[in-house]
C-alpha cells in the first residue's frame, strides 16, 4: 500500500466517523425531546386523574343531593345514591352506543338479563321509579339533555 491509498482510507474512515457522529447527536436530541414529551404526558396524566378524581367525588355528593328529595318522600329510603348511579348508567349507555357507531351499527353482545336503569327504571323494587313515577326519560326520548327530567311525571 502506498501513501496516497493510506490517506485514502483514513479520509474514508473520518468521514464515516464524522457521519456516526453527527447521526449520535440526532438521536440524542431526539432522546432528549422524547424524555421531554414523556414527563410532559406523565404530568397531564397525573392532573387528568386527579381532575377525574374529584369530579367523581363532585358527582357522587351532587347524586347524594339529588336524592335527598327522593329520600324526603319516601321514593328512594336505601343508603346508596340513586340518582348517581342512573347518570352513571346512562353516561355509560352513551359511551356504548358510540362504540356500536364506530363498530358499523354493530353492538357488542350483552347478557340477556342485563337492563339498565335508563332502559328500565322500574327493575328494581329500590329504584326512584319503583313506585311507579316516572322520574327520568329514556335517551333519544323528549329530547332533555339530562337522563332524569320531571317531565314525565304522573
Known sequence: MDTADVLRVICELSVRALRAHREQQKHIKEHRNLQEALQQTTSDLEETVHLAGILYETNHRMGRVIDYPFKERGVAPSGESESFEIVLDHVLNQL?????????????????????????????????????ERLWSKPGQGGEKWPFSTAGRQ
Do not use: H
Not at 364506530?102 to 357488542?108: I, N, S
Not at 353482545?109 to 319503583?130: K, Q
Open 96 to 132: 356504548e352506543g358510540t362504540e356500536g357507531d364506530r363498530m358499523d351499527g354493530a353492538k357488542p353482545p350483552t347478557p340477556a338479563g342485563d337492563v339498565t336503569m335508563t332502559e328500565n327504571p322500574t327493575s328494581t323494587g329500590d329504584s326512584p321509579g319503583a313506585t311507579g
